[in-house]
């Protein structure tokens, strides 16, 4: 069981924020992509979204497009996007349904919903030709809690252990049987890393989020997770308040079994590298992020609802969606400034405060993860 | 007198698609635009455009902007678009008419229609200069059959003797008579030798050209040249079909003066590095490619008519131009779909099959004239 | 006292214009920032832009943004719009007035109007921070007859040494007491120096401007600054015309004590690296420049006049406004010719003619600024 530490008691020991080329350099942000992107594993959405055999949804990484699928076994995989032939994009739409074969529209080469090569045209006497030798590129996927992750390394560590640490939070929340009731994608224009450290501290909230203040105090709660790849803990929600909503009411039907104590508390989690988790009573709400420029990134957004919520007229989902994504444009704005102030040429890494230790120790993670000595 | 050969009868050799630098790299298309396509006579248009003296219209390649301008003598010239004074250009407008001289909007220097320096106010006294030193730099032109090219090379190969093996093919479809009835430009997401590699090959035909299959059959047909910068052949027009057109039927006249046995064919050449030539019975279409990024291709494409189709009420010429319009855009689709695709860092150059030997041929142009090693 | 000489009696020693990476290389623009751009003194607006203590605007060099403030003493301040916390931009809007001091909006740390760091929540405890380490990082600003300068370098030359020998000339302007009617921003697609070259002349004036060469005849007039920094001199109005206006007659009452013999001058001048000083009789024209790509420059313009003029309802300040803004936007566009002709791969120098000295004369200083040797 994991032990809750206060926020300001963690050493800073003189930590300074990153220097400029972490949030401008392109190449930095290439680095990124090779070593912490394409390496760790990336959560790219819920089993939900390819219910039935044949669904598909694609994500999208930089250069790279791939198909998410459930196969005939209910299993689901990820392909490279892209023919063995002569490269082209097997499908187009964002998501869709295959029948049983996944077939390039440019030259009909053909394949299972396990990536065999089942069928080329006019190849059947080329000399050093082996359909076994042509199967779609496979990316690692795997599940958890109705979350689909991916992973582009060809010898992935388990996602189970890697997530394990959380399984005793998760488990009361519910969280596969949950549905969603909305997703925003915003276009954020600010390096990836600024929006999970801003996610990774509540000192900007009385500035930043007025509301948000006034359900819950800014320095209320505790951390079960102060270094490494998942990083995160508790903030409280004031007495009389039962979630993050307009109103302070909740805005649907607990989303777990939740024991007592834990219906004034919001559980945020960030988990390296892309995937944030917002643990409310009555809804989850998670982003993914997506890296587009070293200054751009696409964010992903959904809230999931315990699904008599979905039923039931008396609740109103948006009660709590629309909070946060007045919340989330208030975090998106402040990062877009920031961006643009360590675009100068003179700006210098400056000085966390006692209540920034989860930023600096996401920085050290992306330091670590690249390889990188640290600089202060 | 040229042989024909089937064309799955070429040699693949284990041919294997060009790396993604060849599609992506933009330092490698700055190669291309070096040793490529400002070495190579390159199509810009035809005759007609620029009946009378005077008469001028510009190309754009890459950075380069060039004047293609009919003389006082009747000679076709071609002149960089850059005074010569403080390099500003001296034609703005993409067609126009010259009156006797050329002359900067800047400065009001003022050149002949053949390039020499006539006019320079406020120089007469420069000890270090003499107007015969200035005159507008020239690029090479030439003419064949009705069709300009340009070269940018000091010291160009002969246009004649570089087509003349399409002479015998060429001369029976009066070429120099022909008159435009209508030019596209399209602007193609992808880059210029994708295009190439799928105007090459009718592998593609039945997925991507449904109405095209119906009328010509994708594996119909031989080639003539299937090896160096010409390359390509005829394929066949089903029984009781005239042309390719919705209908099936002729648009218009003959275009030439076909013998027997070859009413029922369509050639189509690819003539290195930017020329595509297309001879139908009753029409001759060609496109121009201009690589505006390694993602990038500017296409245009006309069609061309026995003038006196374009007198007869009878014949519309829309029936050819239309389908060909359709056929193109189907073309550019899935190239630009290619081109995504092999974005990935994951791709890997894959396996022609026996119906992609002259694509295979245009790859192998391509990476002679760079002085690149073949990559399998 | 300066003494006068005919433009055409400079030595011109065979000069030829700028190679072309100059004009294209966006390194070399790097090189311009940091060498020129980041080490002169920039003129950025008025002193009435910012009447009243608190008062500021912003200023946008490259990725640098300023902010440009007077401070409660009354003294013009120069800060860069970076928290020293996490880089934030602590101004969003170009102008605006501050209360007592400047606090970003991400949390809330907190500046004097001086720079210095008043607040900096939950740091006091942190054992390696003294807020007297970090306070906003200033840039020099030092004002010169109502025009504010700033510059980046951390020890500047002095601005009234500098501009001390244009004293004699502006000082019957009463420059600090005019007042602006009205200011355009122009994008200019042409590099920086383009368009100081094209100022530096009036070669192009018969050609590009024919109703300014009706006014003033663009051979008249000699110079008086004709090396260095500084550069320029006077034109003649003809006879019977008051000034630089659609109509030739004056469009408001004198900016200045004019003595005899200065009523029928324009005086320009172009001061390094971004100024352009326009004094006519009856009103003053400056432009700034803002290096934004190598082939692409913001352009402010500014038409001052003397305070009575504005008040007055029989003057038309329109008049000479109007008829400069049609003259500036003949200028951006030859410039943006020059900028696409110079782009050619083809393009050389040219040879200056007797009556572009200095056009010569801005280049060296430009080569003499980066310390790279001259071409020719």
Redesign the interface.
Known sequence: MATFAKR?DIP?D?AR?LPRSYFTDPALLSQEIEKIFERNWLCVGREEDIARAGDYFLVTLD???VIVVRDQAGTVRAF???????????C?GHQGQFSETIQC????WTYGLDGTLLG????H?????DKAD?PL?AVAADTWHGFIFIN?DEHPKSLADQLGMLEHRVSMYNLASLRSARQHVYDVKANWKLII?NYSEC??C???HPALARLSPPTSGENDFSEGPVLGGYMELNEGKDSLTFSGRACGLPVGDLPAGEHDRVYYYSIFPNFLLSLHPDYVMFHTLWPEEAGRTRVTCDWLFNPETLRRPEFNPAEGVDFWDMTNRQDWH?CE??Q?????????P??Y???EALPMQFDREVLRQLGHKRHY
């Open positions: 300001t800073l003189g924020t250069r790279e497009s490279h996007n892209t023919c063995r032939h002569r490269g082209t994009r097997l187009e529209p440019y030259h009909s080329a045209p006019s190849t006497d080329l000399a050093d030709f042509w590129l582009f450290e000192y900007h009385a500035p930043v402040i400034e920031s643009l102030g360590i675009q100068s040429r003179f700006y210098q400056g000085p405060s006692r209540r």
